[in-house]
């Protein structure tokens, strides 16, 4: 079974610009997570996507934003973008609708903010 | 609500035991532990639900105490490929938001 894919794996941007991040999960997998890493912060959640609907929110603000289509993939998109949010950008899928909701993880895409 | 790990860092030498703690104020559903590596993704190792049920690998062991909604990640005989960072993710309840430990650093040295 193939794994979490996320493109791209690497961004560079400035500030003010705005981003988009592509996840597909695993085949069958219908919950999609985006979390942010930065070192000294561990994995902090932005949000979650079941079913194409939003299902669980972070404390980020709005300009990070995020969909999930028919198929379960899910983007992120990240306007007006700040010099803090460099980080590395990971997404998990699981099937959230069992008794064990382990999560598994892409690689991530590292973006950075100029 | 995120949950607090202990310690922050561990250094081992191959063979040695390691103890990996992680504390909720907040009853839970579920606890997850994950390893990940430097530059790569993290690693689902184990699931434990409220009530007993635990899910992961083999050869890793791990408690889950509900009186004080505490969780315990046990490496023992430690190998040089142990080493990375380690995670632990609460959930409240099913379908709930997960949230993630800042992480316990395990390095394994010869």
């Known amino acids: 079974k193939a794994g979490v894919t996320q493109t791209p794996r690497y961004l560079i941007k400035t500030r003010g610009q705005q981003v988009t991040l592509s996840c597909s999960p695993i085949?069958?997998?219908?919950?999609v997570s985006w979390y942010q890493q930065t070192p000294g912060q561990g994995l902090q959640f932005l949000f979650e996507?079941?079913?194409?609907?939003?299902?669980n929110k972070g404390n980020f603000p709005g300009r990070f934003s995020g969909r999930q289509f028919s198929n379960s993939r899910s983007e992120m998109n990240v306007s007006t973008l700040e010099l803090g949010d460099s980080a590395l950008y990971l997404c998990?899928?699981?099937?959230?609708?069992?008794?064990?909701?382990?999560?598994?993880f892409g690689p991530g895409t590292r973006l950075t903010v100029l | 609500q995120q949950p607090v790990q202990s310690p922050q860092a561990v250094i081992l030498r191959e063979g040695e035991d390691a103890v990996i703690n992680c504390s909720s104020s907040?009853?839970?559903?579920?606890v997850h532990w994950y390893r990940q590596k430097h530059g790569e993704a993290p690693v689902f190792l184990m699931i434990?639900?409220?009530?007993?049920e635990q899910k992961g690998h083999d050869k890793i062991s791990a408690s889950f105490n509900e009186k004080k909604q505490q969780s315990s990640l046990y490496l023992t005989a430690s190998q040089l490929s142990y080493s990375g960072t380690y995670f632990c993710?609460?959930?409240?309840?099913?379908?709930?938001?997960?949230?993630f430990g800042t992480g316990t650093s395990l390095t394994v040295i010869p």
């Open positions: 996507y079941f079913s194409e609907t939003q299902r």
């Open positions: 993710g609460t959930e409240k309840n099913t379908g709930n938001q997960f949230y």
């Open positions: 907040k009853a839970l559903y579920s």
């Open positions: 085949s069958g997998h219908r919950s």
């Open positions: 434990l639900l409220k009530g007993g």
């Open positions: 998990a899928s699981s099937f959230r609708s069992g008794t064990y909701n382990e999560q598994f």
